[in-house]
């Protein structure tokens, strides 16, 4: 069965401060995944892929296979970080994704 | 436009009643899915279409659910007898082609927001 989870539904950090979002994934193939984001009253968009490798808005994430996870960090956070948080896994036709973490940025 | 539409943005209604939201995707994107978005659930996976067929209807809860999409744009999500665990954000997504293409890159609206009373 394919399945994110993401343990925590709230993370508070201060501004400046070191941001690592988790997420964890069980697939049996071999697993292609997704940040997602939605900053406040904006539509939910891809924030970056792991196939990319790439690095968006300061933030990375690096897929760990043995220990089947997919952590989004960011070395020091900016309030206009705040949003909520999507881990995703690509399935045979469709997106599986987590159940979010809503991340605040405290000035 | 240029972003998928989502219609109506809010439907209050009450318990028992049928609703009907709308998709309009972004132009020349033949994948489109239903997502509903709640607190405690995350993002739930409703069904998928590839044209006008739904290979995959999986995530839809009940047999109150159901949904169409027509000419290969527009989709339609047909609640009936609406119940006060419906109330969620149902989202609508497309992209360019399907299995996505690794690129995993979804396109949404801004959903609809809908209310059970």
């Known amino acids: 069965a394919q399945r994110v989870t993401q343990p925590e539904k709230l993370l508070s950090v201060f501004k400046g401060a070191p941001v690592e979002l988790k997420c964890n994934y069980s697939y049996s193939g071999s697993p292609e995944l997704f940040w997602y984001v939605q900053y406040s009253r904006q539509r939910l968009q891809l924030l970056l892929r792991h196939i990319s490798r790439e690095s968006i808005k300061g933030f990375t994430a690096d897929l760990n296979k043995g220990e089947t996870s997919f952590h989004l960090k960011k070395p020091f956070a900016q309030e206009e970080d705040s949003a909520m948080y999507y881990c995703a896994l690509q399935g045979a036709q469709k997106l599986v994704f987590g159940q979010g973490t809503r991340l605040t940025i405290n000035p | 436009g240029a972003g998928v539409s989502q219609s109506p943005s809010n439907k209050v209604t009450e318990k028992g009643k049928d609703v009907e939201l709308r998709c309009d995707p972004i132009s020349g994107h033949t994948a489109l899915y239903w997502y509903r978005q709640s607190l405690g659930q995350g993002l739930e996976f409703l069904i998928y279409?590839?044209?006008?067929?739904?290979?995959?209807k999986s995530g839809l809860p009940s047999d109150r659910f159901s949904a169409e999409r027509t000419g290969g744009s527009v989709s339609t999500l047909t609640i009936q007898r609406t119940q006060q665990e419906d109330s969620a954000v149902y989202l609508c997504?497309?992209?360019?082609?399907?299995?996505?293409?690794?690129?995993?890159?979804?396109?949404f609206g801004e959903g609809s927001r809908l209310t059970v009373l």
């Open positions: 279409f590839q044209g006008n067929s739904a290979p995959d």
């Open positions: 997504a497309s992209s360019l082609d399907r299995p996505l293409a690794n690129t995993g890159e979804l396109f």
